[in-house]
């Protein structure tokens, strides 16, 4: 995927998360869940290249 903005380097890794404090993705307040790496959305995809975070990777809705 290509960059949006041509200040980001190509080097730097564009992360969306959601800090879940109202308990809407777990049990357990507090929690940070990767939504969005890059621009790639699909829960799927993103935990196949991102194994090692995979727990952390979740969205309520894909859209």
């Not at 890794?13 to 929690?31: C, N, P, T």
């Not at 940070?32 to 829960?43: C, R």
Request: aromatic share 12%; glycine share 6%.
């Amino acid at each position: 995927m290509g960059r949006w903005s041509s200040c980001i380097p190509e080097n730097v890794d564009v992360v969306g998360v959601v800090y879940d404090f109202q308990d809407a993705y777990s049990e357990r307040r507090g929690e940070v869940h990767v939504i969005n790496v890059d621009g790639e959305t699909d829960v799927e995809k993103l935990r196949e290249k991102y194994p090692e975070i995979d727990s952390r990777i979740e969205r309520l809705w894909e859209y």
